[in-house]
């Protein structure tokens, strides 16, 4: 038989074109086949444990009814599927619940073949500790960052300080920041971040994903405290430094008032290992007249300025505590 060339070129032609359209056999086939499950933004560890509002995702060779289906944990813990019924998945690991899903086919199968895999996390207990608005345990829904995390127990208070500490459980592995290292049991990753890359957004990175079962620890700042007769009282947030001089705090206090009784100053230092505190007599006019040497202040010092019209009143010693205990606390920028 012989074929005509015009016959085989139009074949040819329309061959070329069936392989070549995006709606052709080939492409549909492909479409039809479902595709994996999007995972969470992040896998738990092995010893995860199944909370309410975590979603996993079922796979059972030979039972249509539950494989490959998403099944979401209730507010009880439970989950309800068919065939096997009502079973309590909450405090289970993943490895847990697949012993139990094939303990319950085991009934009607002969070596049942199940596996779970999270398909998003709901459950995330996280601790978040020290000068935050509301300490505690966070129960997070999905995928959080740090400043997220800290927005969620109430923000920083007044008195927190420069820099958030996280301690990861390693099985997640280190922390992805430069000042991770690991803990001297080896158990957990620890590392620290500047709080104000985080607030102010200078550095992305820093903001860090929160996992499960982290422990968000925002230490109190070190602050000086200056009370009595300044235009601005209270306690100043040391950042970097570990002192400043009483000329520096006295800066940021804006000066004496009219009525200071500055050559009669104290500072009042804590004892260590005590609760009680030493009184150091300091001239700040002395000083501000440059024929005393500066003094540096230490982290909890209060330094107290008497008024003039004081002068003959007794000094008491738990009124300049009070008053520092409920002074505003400010920032040095």
Do not use: C
Request: aromatic residues 4%.
């Amino acid at each position: 038989m012989l074929f005509s060339p015009s016959i085989f070129l139009s074949t040819s032609i329309s061959l070329l074109l069936l392989f070549q359209d995006p709606a052709g056999p080939a492409k549909s086939q492909e479409a039809i086949v479902p595709g994996p499950v999007a995972p969470t933004a992040f896998l738990p560890s092995d010893n995860y444990a199944l909370g309410p509002g975590d979603q996993v995702l079922i796979r059972a060779i030979d039972v249509e009814e539950i494989d490959n289906k998403p099944v979401l944990i209730d507010r009880r813990g439970n989950i309800n599927l068919p065939i096997i019924g009502q079973l309590q998945a909450a405090g289970l690991t993943p490895d847990q619940l697949e012993d139990v899903l094939r303990g319950r086919l085991a009934k009607i199968l002969v070596h049942p073949d199940v596996s779970v895999s999270v398909v998003e996390l709901r459950s995330q207990p996280v601790s978040v500790l020290g000068s935050v608005g509301t300490p505690g345990v966070q129960q997070l829904q999905g995928d959080k960052r740090l400043d997220e995390v800290l927005s969620m127990a109430g923000g920083l208070r007044p008195d927190a300080g420069y820099t958030v500490v996280i301690a990861r459980q390693i099985e997640w592995g280190p922390i992805p920041l430069p000042t991770a290292a690991p803990d001297s049991t080896g158990q957990f990753s620890v590392a620290s971040v500047n709080v104000k890359s985080i607030m102010n957004g200078s550095n992305p990175a820093e903001n860090i994903h929160i996992k499960p079962n982290d422990v968000i620890t925002v230490p109190r700042g070190e602050i000086i405290y200056v009370i009595g007769a300044v235009h601005k009282s209270g306690g100043f947030m040391l950042n970097d430094n570990h002192s400043l001089s009483a000329l520096q705090i006295l800066s940021l206090a804006e000066g004496l008032d009219r009525l200071a009784a500055g050559q009669r100053s104290k500072i009042m230092r804590p004892v260590p290992g005590s609760n009680d505190r030493t009184e150091i007599p300091l001239d700040l006019k002395q000083i501000l007249a440059g024929k005393t040497p500066d003094v540096p202040l230490k982290a909890d010092d209060i330094l107290f300025v008497p008024t003039s019209a004081a002068k003959n009143a007794a000094f008491r010693t738990l009124d300049v505590l009070v008053g520092a205990s409920t002074a505003a606390v400010y920032r040095i920028p």
